[in-house]
T-cell receptor, first 114, second 110 residues
């Protein structure tokens, strides 16, 4: 199993550009989520999904869209990039949203918005 | 006040030392607790879950104090390879997502 994969690893955008961060998992996990990590702020939840066709907002959803058309994929779209979205983005998955299940993280995407 | 708070450190300790970190949470309805380890420029990985009775995994011991609303992580006989950032994570009852602290950095020195 590849686990959780993310592409690209690095990306530089100009203000106003749009792009999609890809996330895929091959563990048949129901629950997937996106976090951003900024210095001194820890991991903050952007959006999450409890299964195909179901998504919900996290703590910091503004400026981001998600969809979950398959169990495996959970892309994150930046609609119009802003410098405040410069961050490291992590995708995570777990078998379901059961309380004690471990979340498995992807390797992250480092995004810079100029 | 942040929902989950940690001392950012860094904690600089010599090899072989015992070091402890605390993590406080604000919501008494919190249900599940975890410690994750994150190496520099890498993704977080689960170190251990924290159970009500406390639990131990080798040199690592996790404790939960519900009355004072904190969890702790104790590392005995520190190794150079323990150098990392340790993130605590909390799940509130009825919520599906985890809330993470900002992490405590540990540097073990030879």
């Amino acid at each position: 199993n590849a686990g959780v994969t993310q592409t690209p690893k690095f990306q530089v955008l100009k203000t106003g550009q749009s792009m999609t961060l890809q996330c895929a998992q091959d563990m048949n996990h129901e629950y997937m989520s996106w976090y951003r990590q900024d210095p001194g702020m820890g991991l903050r939840l952007i959006h999450y999904s409890v299964g195909a066709g179901i998504t919900d907002q996290g703590e910091v959803p503004n400026g981001y869209n998600v969809s979950r058309s398959t169990t495996e994929d959970f892309p994150l779209r930046l609609l119009s990039a802003a410098p405040s979205q410069t961050s490291v983005y992590f995708c995570a998955s777990s078998p379901d949203s059961n309380s004690y299940n471990e979340q498995f993280f992807g390797p992250g995407t480092r995004l810079t918005v100029l | 006040r942040k929902e989950v708070e940690q001392d950012p450190g860094p904690f600089n300790v010599p090899e072989g030392a015992t070091v402890a970190f605390n993590c406080t949470y604000s919501n008494s309805a919190s249900q599940s607790f975890f410690w994750y380890r994150q190496d520099c420029r890498k993704e977080p990985k689960l170190l251990m879950s924290v159970y009500s009775s406390g639990n131990e995994d080798g040199r690592f011991t996790a404790q939960l104090n519900r009355a004072s609303q904190y969890i702790s992580l104790l590392i005995r006989d520190s190794k150079l390879s323990d150098s990392a950032t340790y993130l605590c994570a909390v799940r509130e009852t009825g919520r599906r997502a985890l809330t993470f602290g900002s992490g405590t950095r540990l540097q073990v020195q030879p």
